[in-house]
């Protein structure tokens, strides 16, 4: 799977990188260097982000699935029960 970014985030990416190394680094990197850097980290990293993400959401959605029985289950054969229930009020 490849991790696509429109060219507006992909700008904002490069931008975003060129800012870090002009802050916290002692060279300066180009809007070149800044989107092959990009292109590597999204190749290279993009994938095990993505994965934990996913496996992330498996979890939720197996937890949430797990309840499920308990919160959409509704007893059997209580029409007498409630009907008991609205007589004695």
Do not use: C
């Not at 680094?25 to 990009?38: F, K, N, S, V």
């Not at 992330?56 to 289950?73: F, N, T, W």
């Amino acid at each position: 799977m490849n991790i696509e970014l429109s060219k507006q985030e992909r700008e904002e990416a490069i931008a975003s990188v060129q800012r870090y190394f002009r802050e916290n680094m002692p060279e300066e990197i180009g809007q070149l260097g800044a989107g092959l850097l990009l292109s590597y980290f999204l190749e290279e990293i993009g994938p095990l982000v993505f994965n934990r993400a996913v496996e992330e959401a498996q979890q939720r959605l197996q937890l949430r699935l797990g309840d499920l029985g308990s919160e959409l289950y509704l007893a059997p054969m209580q029409y007498w029960t409630q009907a008991n229930r609205k007589r004695s009020r």
